[in-house]
Nanobody, 117 residues
């Protein structure tokens, strides 16, 4: 199993950014997937999840209405479209696979998002 995130970078407040997570080594459509972030000096924060077989989507209150999670089963890729970014969205963003029991059993290396003017 391998998860590889990309798409992070420096963006101005209010701007958009799209993260991607390329998955391999498992049947992508059979697993729920999640985005988790960690801000500097803080713990892990769950951001969003998707049942790729559904798809049903879920969001933390802090990103609801601004972020959109999606998955492309043909490309085995998970996305996170982030709009109206705020400085408090600055964090290292990870994608993770859920093992069916609400446990995240595989993680990518993450991608850094910095929101600053």
């Amino acid at each position: 199993v391998q998860l590889v995130e990309s798409g992070g970078g420096l963006v101005q407040p209010g701007g958009p950014l799209r993260l991607s997570c390329a998955a391999s080594g498992f049947t992508f459509s059979s697993y729920d997937m999640t985005w988790v972030r960690q801000a500097p000096g803080k713990g892990l924060e769950w951001v969003s999840g998707i049942n790729t077989g559904g798809p049903n989507t879920y969001y933390a209150d802090s990103v609801k209405g601004r972020f959109t999670i999606s998955g492309d089963n043909a490309k085995n890729t998970l996305y996170l479209q982030m709009n109206s970014l705020k400085p408090e969205d600055t964090a290292h963003y990870y994608c993770a696979r859920e093992d069916g029991g609400a446990t995240m059993d595989y993680w990518g290396q993450g991608t850094q998002v910095t929101v600053s003017s």
